[in-house]
């Protein structure tokens, strides 16, 4: 499930991209554990199903702006507004940006493991992984780097 929102950046998305992955793995799970490992699999799946839903129709995510700081009494503490900063800079990248992105850095998988469950090269895994972190960089704010 971790995989999942991390992919989507929305927990009920995340939960109707799994449900939707594992209907159509569970199928095949005979064969798979036979021939080959059902969780690579399952992975690969679930990361081009997410990919595929993002071309297909636009994800509307709520514009999460941050949230407004008062002088006198701040409304909400640092590590809320960081948390709220960082969560709306993961919401940017593409989708195979963010596929990368989780594969490569939530999940530790290697930059070939990476190009293997995308079904994509190595050097695609290094140019996304390269713009999606250029992007969040540009679009996250100095202090969440604290």
């Known amino acids: 499930m971790p995989t999942a929102y991390l992919l989507t950046g929305n927990a009920h998305l995340a939960e109707d991209l799994l449900q939707t992955v594992l ?4 199928a095949y799970w005979a064969k798979l554990a036979r021939d080959c490992s059902p969780e690579a699999y399952a992975r690969k799946a679930l990361v081009n199903q997410a ?3 993002r071309r297909r129709k636009q994800v509307e995510l709520p514009e999460a ?10 409304l909400h503490d640092e590590a809320t ?8 800079a993961l919401a940017q990248p593409t989708p195979k940006q963010r596929a990368v992105i ?12 990476t190009a293997q469950l995308m079904g994509v ?3 695609t895994v290094k140019s996304q992984t390269n713009y999606a ?4 960089r540009a679009l996250t704010p ?4 604290r």
């Open 121 to 123: 090269s190595i050097g």
């Open 81 to 88: 507004v960081r948390r709220i900063a960082l969560h709306h």
């Open 142 to 145: 100095k202090e969440v780097y």
């Open 51 to 53: 990919i595929s839903w």
């Open 23 to 26: 209907t159509r793995v569970a």
């Open 102 to 113: 989780v594969l490569r850095f939530y999940e530790d998988r290697t930059e070939h493991e």
């Open 133 to 136: 972190l250029s992007k969040l």
């Open 65 to 74: 702006g941050l949230p407004e700081r008062v002088e006198s009494g701040q």
